[in-house]
């Protein structure tokens, strides 16, 4: 799909979408640059101001993956008027607007079009430092792998549309996808890593494999040592599980090894909603960055593989380290 985004030659653009990375940035001068990313998605909750809370936080996370300040946000709403009262849209954008208000992040507006199915985003700006950016391209040999939110979020979602889980299972799904991504960066910015993304609809796999991409880079995972939420290998287990995470796994290239079990590869291709940052960091700045996370009190802090020189985009799964 990316193939039909017309190319450009702006020397202020530094991030378009040729890099796959979280956001769009935009040099205004030598020491600010405007970053924008949009993000939306149909209910995945039952409660409406839940469903805009998670809307929010995962819009906002691209600037955070990119090491930015949010600087105001706009609503993203399709709506069956129809069929569902205009009162409840305004619990969607009630849970939405309470995360943008503690990412100060002020709402100025947004668009509304009807739609026979519900949908809602936004579309966020922010601003960082044209040489303290996060993006997936830098990446280096030797750098660990640092992931921190647990994956799972896809397969417990599916499990309570199909009635396997009730609204207490998807607790910690929903405590991990409304906690926003502003401590990790704060985390990774203050200990100079300059390599992150995002986990979210492409999976572990798939993001980690854009951040190889972009940085000619190979890597190992340690399946012992990635981070899940309770519950979702089970679920994994029992067919629970969402398409595009089926997809996501189809178009993976992951090297298995072969005591693997089939539920462990699903949920490192998991689709995930307002997932975690990936961030790539240098051996000498691990521990820093390990104590900053915790300070943080980020929902986790787990070295789960690290970075090799090797064909570009290869993924070696192993077991232990």
Known sequence: MLRHVPQVSDPNVLVDASTRDDAAVYRLSSDRALVATTDFFTPIVD????????AAANAL??????GATPLFGLNLVGWPRETL?????????R?????????RCPVLGGHTIDDPEPKFGMAVIGEAHPDRML???AARPGDLLVLTKPLGTGILATALKRDAIDEAGLAAAVASMTTLNEGAMRAALACGVRAATDITGFGLLGHLGHMLSASRLAAELHLSRVPMLAGARDLAAAGL???????????STA???????QADRVLLADAQTSGGLLLAVPAAALDALLAALEAEATPTAAVIGRCLDGPTGAIAVRRAP
């Open 135 to 137: 993006v997936n391209s």
């Open 47 to 54: 409660d409406a101001a839940t469903w805009g809370a998670i």
């Open 61 to 66: 996370s691209d600037l955070y993956a990119m």
């Open 85 to 93: 009262p205009l009162e409840l849209l305004g619990e969607v954008l």
């Open 95 to 103: 849970g939405a607007a309470e995360i943008c208000a503690r990412a």
């Open 255 to 261: 090297e298995w090894e072969p005591e693997i079990a």
């Open 241 to 251: 599980v969402p398409g595009g995470t089926t997809r996501n796994l189809a178009a």
